[in-house]
């Protein structure tokens, strides 16, 4: 069986490389065999010298962002652009473990609620800036100012208190409460550092061309078609590696915006772009058939992709409703008919990455008996005309607003099929296909039973952010994170605790706990890690490296004859 290449550099997640023929022997054999042996760390597939020269054409399935700078909202499609031009203080290395990058140290005291940063010196940003104390607070002060609408970034940092630099070199924070997750907050692109003298100017001048202390800066922005990026030939890696010195390999990037995964497959068949994202899975069984093709695949880390249960209104402010639901919904047989062997099902609130997932697959097995159970006793014992049940008069119906550019063409599908076997048990599902500003505004009117919301967050803090009772407030963006809408003491005090002990064993066992009281009140469905597979062509080389969100970064990638 050919092996299963895994490309691990610095800066990575440690992502999946897979060349075509693995890919086909993994699209014909049983979900269950494992037996293909990764070789050991460092690995590559990459052949021969690296030039310079070249721009590399990305084509990106996400929805555009509406402004470049990653502090404004904070979403994913901002994250894989922003990592080119953007750093941030932290990072992780090839064996997952964080470490510094625009910082060089960090300490914190022993009642947790001073941190203590060292920043790296001799960094400049492209506009000339130095980087130093006074600018990542002028980040921060960014980040957490309501003006913003800051997000991810804003909820990443929503323990500190103040900041001070104590020199130049030295940032003092103060905490309201110990945050044992700061670091892992520090190293998200949505926390990247920006220049102190970019971020005076207006937010709509910030958001077209961000600037930053990346190997890549943005030349040019065309909104609904491309951001062009540019070398920075003045750039010097923070954290040295003699394999490569001096500015990225490329001259550039296109960064294309092509929401058709048909039209962006054939514009990399035919050499019009050199890597694509949100590859379909049927796209990536079929790409064996071309051996100029190879397949990158980066589970993000935090939250699994997942559906929520709004358990603050009816139905499924009963819990047997919201277990009957859980029953009633065959998703193992959709991610076989649908997935091609490119993702494993999921029974834990957090990714298959993060080392303190815990899972419980007893919980979700296809019962359609146990739901029929379930919604008896709830009181939705009779059906309508159609098969639905009804209760009082009012039929058993689940709104499930979807948006289109996060959930791929598969996924969808899957939705519909699971939409096909709740009937059977008499739940109604109206499917909402909504473009993501329509799909934001439904969020925030409560108009759901039903969402799958991708949410990125590196470790297991993403949890807090997911169902603490807190996140039922909006941010300054008008996003709130918990959208099963879980408000429950017992779980609250578990999460605050964990994101506060010193102690790795309590702080596992704290969040163990906390993801089985969440599993077990049926909050949310679990599918799989979140989608986040790359098609590029075999003349692209040095694919596999990543932020610590799996967002690949190209300052190792050069372009083959």
């Avoid at 990764?38 to 054409?57: K, Y």
């Avoid at 008499?426 to 296909?433: A, R």
């Avoid at 996003?479 to 578990?494: G, H, I, R, W």
Wanted: glycine share 6%; net charge negative; hydrophobic share 40%.
């Amino acid at each position: 069986m050919q092996e299963v290449v895994q490309l691990i550099h610095a800066r990575t997640l440690a992502p999946r490389v897979l060349t075509t023929s693995a890919i086909l022997v993994a699209s014909l054999i049983l979900a269950g065999c494992s037996s293909n042996p990764a070789p050991a760390p460092g690995a590559s597939n990459d052949a021969g010298t690296p030039v310079s020269g070249g721009t590399l054409v990305y084509a990106s399935g996400d929805a555009e962002p509406s402004c470049l700078d990653p502090h404004v909202g904070g979403n994913y499609p901002q994250a894989l652009a922003s990592s080119q031009y953007l750093e941030t203080l932290y990072t992780k290395d090839e064996q997952g473990e964080l470490i510094p990058w625009l910082a060089s140290d960090s300490t914190v005291s022993e009642d947790g609620l001073t941190r203590t940063v060292k920043i790296r010196e001799g960094i400049k940003f492209t506009d000339g800036t130095a980087l130093d104390a006074q600018a990542v607070i002028a980040n921060f002060k960014h980040l957490l100012d309501p003006a913003t609408a800051s997000s991810t970034g804003y909820l990443a940092l929503g323990k500190i208190k103040d900041m001070k630099a104590a020199d130049s070199s030295t940032l003092e924070l103060t905490l309201s409460t110990p945050d044992n997750s700061l670091l892992e907050s520090f190293s998200m692109p949505w926390v990247a550092i920006q220049s102190p003298e970019a971020l005076k100017r207006t937010q709509e001048e910030n958001c077209v061309a961000p600037v930053g202390t990346g190997p890549f800066k943005v030349e040019s922005w065309k909104k609904q078609d491309s951001v062009n990026l540019v070398r920075n030939a003045d750039y010097v890696r923070p954290v040295a590696n003699p394999e490569h010195e001096g500015p990225a390999y490329l001259e550039g990037i296109t960064w294309r915006f092509i929401p058709e995964a048909a039209t962006r497959y054939a514009a990399l068949q035919a050499g019009e772009v050199q890597i694509i994202d949100n590859a379909q899975p049927d796209t990536i069984a079929a790409a064996v058939k071309n051996d100029t093709i190879k397949h990158l695949d980066a589970p993000r880390p935090g939250a699994s992709n997942r559906i929520e249960l709004n358990s603050s209104k009816a139905p499924f402010d009963d819990q047997r409703v919201r277990e009957a639901f859980i029953h009633a919904v065959d998703v193992n047989a959709g991610v076989e008919s649908l997935f091609f062997n490119t993702t494993k099902r999921s029974y834990s609130p957090l990714s298959s990455v993060e080392p303190l997932g815990y899972s419980d697959e007893s919980l979700f097995g296809f019962d359609p008996a146990k739901a029929a159970e379930l919604l008896d006793a709830a009181g939705w014992n009779e059906r309508d005309a159609d098969g639905y049940r009804t209760k009082d008069g009012k039929r058993l119906s689940l709104t499930f607003p979807v948006s289109t550019s996060q959930s791929v063409p598969a996924e969808q599908s899957l939705f519909e099929q699971l939409q096909a076997t709740a009937k059977e048990s008499g739940f109604e599902i109206k499917i909402n296909l909504l473009d993501l500003s329509s799909w934001y505004g439904a969020l925030a009117e409560h108009n759901y039973n039903l969402v799958s919301a991708p949410y990125t967050k590196v470790g297991p803090s993403v949890l807090s952010i997911l169902f603490h009772s807190a996140s039922t407030v909006p941010a300054p963006s008008g996003y709130f994170a918990n959208l099963s809408q879980v408000k429950n003491p017992e779980l609250d005090t578990l999460l605050e605790t964990a994101g506060a002990t010193k102690d790795e064993a309590e702080r596992k066992d704290l969040y163990a706990k906390a993801q089985k009281l969440v599993l077990e009140g049926y909050y949310l469905l679990p599918l799989y890690d979140q989608q986040n597979h790359f098609l590029y062509s075999s003349k692209t080389q040095g694919i596999g490296a990543t932020t610590a969100v799996a967002s690949p970064v190209f300052f190792d990638t050069w372009l083959s004859k």
